[in-house]
Structures are given as structure tokens and as C-alpha cells.
């Protein structure tokens, strides 16, 4: 079994893969107790976690969805082998800066290698069922808690496993299989962090509540991507990020010094695979902020696209120009963003110490 350990190994690194990693399955119970208690501290429901209910499953339907992590067994019960992916997601397309005065929008660095670490788990379940072994991929475990445990990486303050080599712009993705193989065993690294405390700082919500700790219904990641109603105090502290949010990782001085990789062709996203990238089409490569605002874009990017707009300090007369022009054929819901919008580019345009006649 060692030999095909290896070649297992070597096979995820040929298709992509930067970390490849294999434990023992087993239930991960300190894992459940720190969601409880994450659950009580916010208040926070199951859609704040972008998460969804398990059928099935014993207690809350807010603990379902963790319950299931917890326990490889609940998605492959004969499953004896973990074997966890990481494929590093800081790319040549991924330097954003002074992008708040360029009309354009941010993405979350590590989305667009989700497709990327997806297919190379599908590769590697065919090459483990060609041997004879059954597998299963997706993110059927707390990817973080595992991968820190093994000591393919630690935890940084801002909540995100960080790597010596990749920093924290890791994609993960797990294999379960029947197949026993030998689990590695990893000197525990030294964590990267530095306690700064910068990531709690800059997160502009407060949604890094505590070290460690993040609050779902304040963190601009899940509000990008599904809160149907955005408070306009939220919108302001958003800046231009149109899907997801990688402020806590930016700051950190354990991401300072990475090298940013060629672009993996296969970042392109593919909406029939992976449900969470449905509304992205493409715009990993063209995050140009007043394309998005038209009606070509579903109406959450539109939405973000229109935010975004107003808090880009550059933005002036060709986005008031874009934003007054969609107006008049936007939905009821979306209207009252555009409107927010307007009004804010219009107001910052006014020189301090003006005020405005409201006749
Ligand atoms: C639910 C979820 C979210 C939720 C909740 C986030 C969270 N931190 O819990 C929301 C929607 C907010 C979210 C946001 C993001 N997510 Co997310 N998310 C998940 C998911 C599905 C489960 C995570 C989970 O179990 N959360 C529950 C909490 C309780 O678990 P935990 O964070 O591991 O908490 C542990 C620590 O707090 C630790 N702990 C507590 N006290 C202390 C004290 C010390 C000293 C130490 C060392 C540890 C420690 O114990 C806790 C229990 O184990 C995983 C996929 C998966 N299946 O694992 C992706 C995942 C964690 N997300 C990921 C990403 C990329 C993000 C974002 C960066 C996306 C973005 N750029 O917009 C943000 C980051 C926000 C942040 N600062 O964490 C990646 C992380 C990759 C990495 N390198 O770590 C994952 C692994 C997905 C993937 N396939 O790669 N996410
Ligand atoms: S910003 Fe500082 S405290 Fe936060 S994760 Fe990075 S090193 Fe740790
Ligand atoms: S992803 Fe953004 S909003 Fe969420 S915790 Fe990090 S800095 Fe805060």
C-alpha cells in the first residue's frame, strides 16, 4: 500500500496539486463544541454560513450541516483514508492593488481555484477506483481543522490555515476512501502567525469578533454572495469587493512575501460544477465594474457591482454616467442600491465645507 501511497502523491502533484496529505479518518468532536459556541456568540443561522441543512441528521438543523463535517463516516461510512488537497490560488491575476480607483472589482483570490482543486480531486478518485478503491471528493470535512491537525499547515488569528510556502491562499479539497493507507505524520509546523492582530484590525465589519472567530453575518464574503438585504452602514464598509473578501488576508504579514503563480488555465469557472461560483461567469477575468452593473449580470453581482461603484474613490461621472443610465430598468430590489449608489458618488463629488439646498 506504501508504493501506491506514493503514487497517489505523485499523481495529485502531476494534475496541479501543491499539498497532498493523508490522515485516518475519525470523528473530530473538540471540532462541534467550538461551533456551538460560535453559533451562540452571533446568533448565526445555518445561510449565514452559506452552509445548507443535511437531511436526516440528528439535532438542530443549524448543527447538521457541522455534524456532518465532524464525522467522515456520515459521507463514506466504510471510509478508513482522508487524503486532503491544496492547490495554491495566488495568481498573476490576483494583484489588486490600487484597484479602488480603477473601476474595478475584487474576487476572492481563492474561489477561482475551487474549479482547480475540484478537478484535481476528481482525477485522483479515478485513479484510486482504477486501483480497486472507493472514493469520494467534495468538502466533506472541516478541511481547516484536519489540515492543521495533520500539520499541513496552523491557524492564523484571522481564522484561515496558513502555510509556510502558499501563505493562506490555500484551496482545499478532501478525498475519503476505503482504502487504508498510512497517515502521515508531520512535525506540528511553528504557525506563521505573528499575533499582530492587523487581521482584526483591518476587517472593516468586525466580523473577526475575537482571534479565531468569525461572525458569518457580518464577514463581506457571505454578504457578496447571498444576503438578500444589505444595511446601507454595511454597504459603505465593503469597499469594491464583488464576491467574497480577502481583507484579513491581504494585511497579513504571513502572505507579504509570496510569489504569484502563472495562471492555471482551468480557473475559468464552470457554473454546472460548482453551485457557489453560479453567479461569477467569467468575471475572474474581466471584474470590470461597469459591465457588471448591466442587465447581462445576475442581479446579486449587479447589486455588489452597484456598491462597489460607490465606495471606488475614482469612480466620478462615467459610473454616475453607468449607474443612472440601468436605473430606469432595474428590479424594485435592485433600485434602492442604484439609488444609494447615485446619491453617494453625488455627494462626494460636493467639496467640503458645501452644503446642500434641499428645495
Ligand atoms: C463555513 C465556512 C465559512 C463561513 C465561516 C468561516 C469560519 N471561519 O468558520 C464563512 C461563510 C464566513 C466563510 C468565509 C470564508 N471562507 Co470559508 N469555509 C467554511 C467551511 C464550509 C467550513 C468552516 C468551518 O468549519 N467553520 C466553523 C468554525 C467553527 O471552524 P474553524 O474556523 O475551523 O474554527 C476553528 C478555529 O477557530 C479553532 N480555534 C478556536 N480557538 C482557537 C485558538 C487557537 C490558539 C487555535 C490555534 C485555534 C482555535 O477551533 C475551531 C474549531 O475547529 C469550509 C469548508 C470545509 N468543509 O471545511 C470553508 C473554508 C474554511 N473557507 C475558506 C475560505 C477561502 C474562506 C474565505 C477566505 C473566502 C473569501 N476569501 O471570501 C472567508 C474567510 C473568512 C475568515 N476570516 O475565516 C477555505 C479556507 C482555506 C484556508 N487556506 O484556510 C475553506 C477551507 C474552503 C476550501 N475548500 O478551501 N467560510
Ligand atoms: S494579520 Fe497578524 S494576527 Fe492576523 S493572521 Fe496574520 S500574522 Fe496572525
Ligand atoms: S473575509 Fe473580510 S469581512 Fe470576512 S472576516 Fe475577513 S476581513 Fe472580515
Not at 469557472?269 to 474581466?286: C, I, Q, V, Y
Not at 460607490?310 to 430590489?333: F, H, I, M, R, Y
Amino acid at each position: 500500500m506504501n508504493q501506491l501511497k506514493n503514487e497517489i502523491k505523485e499523481f495529485a502533484v502531476s494534475q496541479g496539486a501543491q499539498l497532498v496529505a493523508m490522515a485516518s479518518a475519525q470523528a473530530y468532536n473538540g471540532y462541534l463544541a467550538e461551533v456551538e459556541k460560535r453559533l451562540q456568540d452571533t446568533g448565526a443561522q445555518l445561510e449565514d454560513f452559506m452552509a445548507w441543512p443535511v437531511a436526516n441528521m440528528p439535532g438542530s438543523r443549524e448543527m447538521s450541516f457541522f455534524t456532518h463535517l465532524s464525522d467522515a463516516r456520515k459521507s463514506l461510512p466504510t471510509v478508513k483514508t482522508i487524503i486532503i488537497l491544496g492547490v495554491y490560488a495566488y495568481d498573476e491575476n490576483a494583484i489588486y492593488k490600487n484597484t479602488r480607483r480603477q473601476l474595478r472589482g475584487k474576487t476572492a483570490r481563492i474561489y477561482s481555484y475551487y474549479p482547480v482543486v475540484r478537478q484535481i480531486a476528481e482525477h485522483v478518485v479515478s485513479f484510486l477506483e482504477e486501483h480497486g478503491h472507493k472514493a469520494i471528493q467534495g468538502q466533506n470535512i472541516p478541511l481547516k481543522y484536519v489540515a492543521d491537525r495533520i500539520g499541513i499547515g496552523a491557524y492564523g488569528k484571522n481564522g484561515i490555515l496558513q502555510t509556510h510556502a502558499y501563505g493562506s491562499y490555500i484551496a482545499l479539497r478532501n478525498i475519503l476512501t476505503e482504502a487504508e493507507f498510512e497517515p502521515d505524520n508531520f512535525d506540528k509546523p511553528s504557525t506563521n502567525c505573528r499575533g499582530c492582530e492587523r487581521c482584526i484590525k483591518a476587517c472593516p465589519t468586525g466580523a473577526l469578533y475575537a482571534p479565531y472567530k468569525v461572525n458569518p453575518k457580518l464577514c463581506i464574503n457571505p454578504i457578496t454572495r447571498s444576503q438578500p438585504y444589505i444595511e446601507p452602514q454595511i454597504r459603505s464598509k465593503m469597499q469594491n469587493w464583488i464576491h467574497g473578501c480577502d481583507i484579513c488576508q491581504e494585511v497579513c504579514p504571513a502572505n507579504k512575501n509570496l510569489i504569484c503563480r502563472r495562471v492555471d488555465p482551468r480557473v475559468g469557472f464552470d457554473p454546472r460544477r460548482h453551485a457557489s461560483h453560479k453567479n461569477l461567469d467569467g468575471m475572474e477575468r474581466t471584474p470590470a465594474l461597469l459591465e457588471l452593473l448591466t442587465d447581462k449580470r445576475p442581479e446579486l453581482i449587479r447589486r455588489n457591482a452597484a456598491i462597489a461603484l460607490a465606495n471606488t474613490s475614482k469612480a466620478g461621472k462615467e459610473a454616475l454616467a453607468a449607474l443612472k443610465e440601468q436605473l430606469a430598468g432595474v428590479s424594485s430590489g435592485l433600485k434602492e442600491y442604484f439609488t444609494w449608489a447615485i446619491e453617494k458618488l453625488e455627494q462626494s463629488k460636493i467639496p467640503k465645507g458645501c452644503s446642500i439646498s434641499r428645495e
